[in-house]
Every structure is written in structure tokens, then in C-alpha cells.
């Protein structure tokens, strides 16, 4: 029998539909088709690429809360001769000293090398939750330096035996390489503003100056 043209048109349909059964018709990803074996050696030349170990950044210096009364602090001072020092009385609840901490940080990093010594005293509350406070917003701030938390005895207050003009704050203190208060910030005397660019113009000057 002898297959028409008019036939193979009717047959060519199901001929195809069978064919496509037999062989399905997909993509892969090229990953994805290559020989096991090739899989395993790419594997093992990625983990070869890869170091046994991962480096980590050096351990920043531990960041510690000193609790300290008046004497302790100058004995603090003390041990700084031979370098400028800064301190920055400061505390949680005052907003201008939480503001302005981190420039205090600043200036602790760019003149270290320069002979700069920063102190820090938190004028807060010396109980147990409050020191805690204190300390996580130190850690916050990357508070490489020294800091104490300002303490007295019976009923003195600390903002007194401190020192801290009218108890205001912030309240900023630079004293020379021989351990001489040179420059005071207070916030005591309104008339007597001052800002971080004034604080940094008498860092620079102080270190400038040479030791006696």
C-alpha cells in the first residue's frame, strides 16, 4: 500500500507527539549537566582556594569604668606627667555631653600620638544600674581610655568635690605636659559659651608647647 500525500498529513501529528514522548525537551543549568566527576573536582579545588581559617580584627583595647573620689582622680592625674591631658566631665542624663562624646573619642585617636591623655568622668549615679548604664554607652563610643565614675563620700556631692562649676556640664579640663590646668570649658557662665572648635584649637596649642 502505497502512502498518499493526503495520508502523511494526517499521520505526521501523531508520528510527532510520540516522538516528543520518547525524547523530552528541558533545560538545565550547565552546572548542573556536568559529569559527577568534573562536580567533585571543581568542589575540591574551591575548598583548596579557601583559607583554613578566616582573619579577625585585632582585639580593640577592653573598655572599663573605674568608680574613683576627688583624691583618686588627681592621683590619676599624677601618673599622666610628661603628657597633655583632657578630661571631660560628662554624664548619661545630660544631653549636650551625650551629643558631644564622640568628639572627645576624636580627639583621643587623632593626638595620642601627639602626647594626648583623655580622662573621662561620669558625674551619674554610682549604684549598680546606673554603672552599667554608663558602661554600655562607653563601649558604644569605643571609649579607648581612661574612665571613671565620680564617687564621694557620706554626703558630699561629687559635682562639689569635683570641682564642676555650678554643677553645670559638660565641663572640659586641659592640663599641660607638667600636670598645670591650663584651659577650662564650663557651661557655669552663659556669657562664657564655647564650642568642640574651640576645645580642639587649645588641644593643638597645648601640645605644641614644649616641656619646661
Known amino acids: 500500500m502505497i502512502a498518499t ?17 520518547v525524547f523530552p525537551v528541558g533545560c538545565t543549568s550547565q552546572q548542573d549537566s556536568k559529569p559527577e566527576s568534573t562536580k567533585t573536582e571543581a ?15 585585632e582585639k580593640t583595647i577592653e573598655i572599663t569604668l573605674t568608680l574613683s573620689d576627688a583624691k583618686g582622680f588627681q592621683e590619676i592625674l599624677e601618673q599622666q606627667k610628661g603628657k597633655v591631658v583632657l578630661v571631660d566631665f560628662w ?35 554610682s549604684d549598680e544600674a546606673t554603672q552599667k548604664a554608663v558602661l554600655e554607652f562607653l563601649e558604644s563610643q569605643d571609649a579607648q581610655f581612661t574612665n571613671i565614675l565620680a564617687t564621694a563620700t557620706g554626703e558630699e556631692d561629687p559635682m562639689d568635690t569635683f570641682g564642676i562649676d555650678g554643677g ?14 591650663v584651659k577650662k570649658f564650663s557651661f557655669a ?21 614644649k616641656p619646661e
Not at 568542589?43 to 580584627?57: F, N
Not at 559638660?170 to 599641660?176: A, L, M, S
Not at 557662665?189 to 608647647?209: C, G, H, R, V, W
Request: charged letters at 20%.
Open 5 to 21: 500525500h493526503s495520508t502523511c498529513q494526517n499521520w505526521f501529528p501523531i508520528i510527532l507527539a510520540l516522538t516528543l514522548l
Open 43 to 57: 568542589s575540591s579545588q574551591t575548598e583548596a582556594q579557601t583559607p583554613a581559617e578566616v582573619s579577625k580584627p
Open 91 to 125: 554624664a548619661t542624663w545630660c544631653i549636650p555631653c551625650v551629643k558631644n562624646f564622640h568628639h572627645t573619642v576624636e580627639w583621643n585617636k587623632k593626638f595620642a600620638d601627639q602626647g594626648l591623655s583623655v580622662i573621662s568622668v561620669s558625674m551619674d549615679e
Open 168 to 181: 553645670a556640664l559638660p565641663h572640659y579640663r586641659i592640663y599641660d605636659r607638667a600636670g598645670q590646668l
Open 189 to 209: 557662665d552663659p556669657s562664657k559659651s564655647f564650642t568642640q572648635a574651640d576645645i580642639e584649637t587649645a588641644l593643638e596649642a597645648t601640645l605644641k608647647q
